[in-house]
């Protein structure tokens, strides 16, 4: 059986400072792309936060929100002040008879997306829709926010 043991370099061989600085920006980045990762399974590495993405077209802008797992009764879609906001809960099946998992990766909990919306849109009109656990909201934008083609006209 092997140990995880630190290991350090040995003070005899030269290191750059600029190799120092080099793995401290790494190491600063992969604390922002794995946040919380220190605090294990039961602290807050176990939130949930779906995947987005917003795409604007010439008549509306589409946020697709990935919801797998996550039941239609326990996703919320408001739209208020110019900012869309997708609430919801993926709750865990935790009904586990005989022995226990030897390794978890799925994220369970409440979670909550914004995505700010600049252009004025029509919300008598918004539409949301959910298929193979990918939610999509289709915000259309309002008379005044689609662009206009202007006729030139010859003198």
Not at 31 to 48: D, M, N, V
Not at 93 to 108: A, I, W
């Amino acid at each position: 059986m092997t140990a995880n043991v630190p290991v350090r370099r040995n003070a005899t061989y030269p290191v750059s400072p600029f190799a120092t600085l080099l793995n401290l920006g790494r190491d600063f980045d992969r604390l922002f792309e794995t946040p919380f990762a220190a605090l294990g399974r039961e602290g807050l590495q176990a939130a949930f936060a779906p995947a987005i993405e917003v795409r604007e077209d010439a008549d509306a802008v589409t946020v697709t929100v990935e919801v797998p797992g996550v039941e239609r009764k326990d996703v919320s879609v408001t739209f208020h002040d110019g900012v869309l906001t997708v609430a919801g809960e993926r709750r865990q099946e935790r009904e586990v008879k005989e022995g226990e998992y030897l390794r978890s990766e799925r994220h369970y909990g409440r979670f909550e997306r914004q995505v700010g919306v600049s252009l004025p849109i029509d919300a008598e009109r918004i539409k949301a829709t959910c298929k193979d656990g990918v939610l999509t909201v289709a915000l259309p934008k309002s008379a005044a926010a689609k662009p206009k083609t202007i006729d030139i006209g010859v003198n």
